[in-house]
């Protein structure tokens, strides 16, 4: 077991919030623009979750431009070519020695202290599964290990998070399992999420605002 004490890294992996681009599956109900808008809030309220963590760095590795949205103590970078494997290995392949962390876009209701102890607590791996059979989160003391351990995981499927969480075990890594969390990827999703974000949710409020505009 690798024993680290340091704070992390702190990586967000996501995608500019143009319409047409981002949240497809919440279309319909809701058109392009109005899902690309609850995008950004669940972007934003990522960002603003992670800077409230302690870190060493914090990196948005971005499909994209950064817009109005971005607030300041994040480096930006690109995302590599290929698969989300590959954008995943990528982001890791960013990092220096010692534990990192990396998280999406879609899960707003995310809070600091879930994350509070990554780094910190003597695992050689973290794993954040979602709901519908993929992960929110996947950390690592080591982060020269994502190459191989994430290269081929078959994205997006309800075996994804089983396949990669198998592969930690399986390379002798202590795993720190996170709590279940819901992505928002469907209307259903995205009111399931919104009831359970933080006061102050900027998720919650856009999604309220689009609720009352259809009325």
Request: charge should be negative.
């Given at each position: 077991?690798?024993?680290?004490?340091?704070?992390?890294?702190?990586?967000?992996i996501?995608?500019?919030?143009?319409?047409?681009?981002?949240?497809?599956r919440?279309t319909?109900?809701?058109?392009?623009?109005?899902?690309a808008?609850?995008?950004?809030?669940?972007?934003?309220?990522?960002?603003?979750?992670?800077l409230?963590v302690p870190a060493?760095?914090?990196?948005l590795?971005?499909?994209?431009?950064?817009?109005?949205?971005?607030?300041?103590?994040?480096?930006?970078?690109?995302?590599?070519?290929?698969?989300l494997?590959?954008?995943?290995a990528?982001?890791?392949?960013?990092?220096?020695?010692?534990?990192?962390?990396?998280?999406?876009?879609?899960t707003p209701?995310?809070?600091?202290?879930?994350?509070?102890?990554?780094?910190?607590?003597g695992?050689?791996?973290?794993?954040?599964?979602?709901?519908?059979?993929?992960?929110?989160?996947l950390?690592?003391?080591d982060p020269?290990?994502?190459?191989?351990?994430?290269?081929g995981?078959p994205?997006?499927?309800?075996?994804?998070?089983?396949?990669l969480?198998?592969?930690?075990?399986?390379?002798?890594?202590?795993?720190?399992?996170l709590?279940?969390?819901?992505?928002?990827?469907t209307?259903?999703?995205?009111?399931?999420?919104?009831?359970?974000?933080?006061?102050?949710?900027?998720?919650?409020t856009?999604?309220?605002?689009?609720a009352e505009?259809?009325?």
């Open positions: 077991m690798t024993i680290v004490t340091a704070a992390a890294t702190l990586l967000i996501a995608k500019e919030p143009v319409p047409g681009r981002v949240k497809t919440l319909p109900p809701y058109t392009p623009s109005e899902a808008a609850l995008a950004e809030a669940a972007l934003t309220d990522t960002l603003h979750t992670l409230r060493r760095r914090r990196v590795v971005l499909d994209g431009t950064p817009g109005p949205w971005l607030q300041s103590g994040f480096d930006i970078v690109p995302q590599v070519p290929g698969g494997d590959e954008r995943i990528g982001a890791f392949a960013l990092c220096d020695d010692g534990p990192a962390l990396l998280v999406g876009m879609d209701q995310l809070t600091a202290d879930l994350l509070a102890d990554v780094g910190r607590d695992h050689d791996a973290w794993f954040g599964p979602a709901a519908d059979g993929g992960f929110w989160a950390g690592l003391a020269s290990h994502a190459g191989p351990l994430v290269r995981v994205m997006s499927t309800e075996r994804t998070g089983p396949i969480r198998r592969r930690l075990v399986e390379a002798g890594l202590a795993v720190c399992d709590p279940l969390l819901r992505d928002v990827d209307a259903s999703d995205a009111a399931s999420v919104a009831g359970l974000c933080p006061p102050g949710s900027r998720f919650a856009a999604l309220d605002l689009l505009v259809a009325r």
